[in-house]
């Protein structure tokens, strides 16, 4: 039985943006970004096969931003039906910017150490892992 982030996985990579990639770093393909634009970020995040979905605004979108800015991460290499996704247990969160060129990503926390990124289809490990500054309602 595939995990539940197995699925979020997939509707993410179907649904994310091509060619908004963004040079950053050496090791960085492109780059988490909420830009100075972005005025509200939609989130869900799933945790124990329950999911919440709620919209940041304000202060909590800066603290977004910082977070976010601040990730150190760089590409994830797999073999096959064994990237992140593919693990049991763990949570995510899926950051949807609707304003601007900012791509959506996913941050999966799979314990306190092993935390990665997906961004436009590709994983990327956190090395600075932490959780994001979020405030469920």
């Not at 100075?36 to 919440?52: A, E, L, P, Q």
């Not at 992140?84 to 763990?90: A, I, L, T, V, Y």
Request: overall charge negative; glycine content about 10%.
């Amino acid at each position: 039985m595939k995990k539940w982030a197995v699925l979020i996985v997939a509707i993410i990579c179907a649904f994310s943006l091509a060619g908004c990639n963004r040079p950053a770093g050496r090791d960085r393909l492109i780059s988490v970004d909420i830009g100075g634009d972005v005025t509200k970020v939609d989130m869900i995040h799933y945790i124990g096969g329950k999911s919440i979905q709620w919209t940041a605004e304000g202060q909590e979108v800066d603290n977004l931003r910082v977070w976010a800015s601040g990730l150190e991460y760089e590409l994830f290499k797999y073999e096959e039906g064994q990237s992140p996704g593919d693990s049991d247990g763990g949570e995510v969160y899926i950051f949807t910017m609707t304003e601007g060129d900012n791509p959506s990503f996913s941050y999966v926390i799979n314990g306190t150490d092993d935390c990665y990124l997906l961004m436009d289809g590709k994983w990327y490990s956190v090395s600075n892992p932490s959780d994001p500054p979020v405030a469920e309602p």
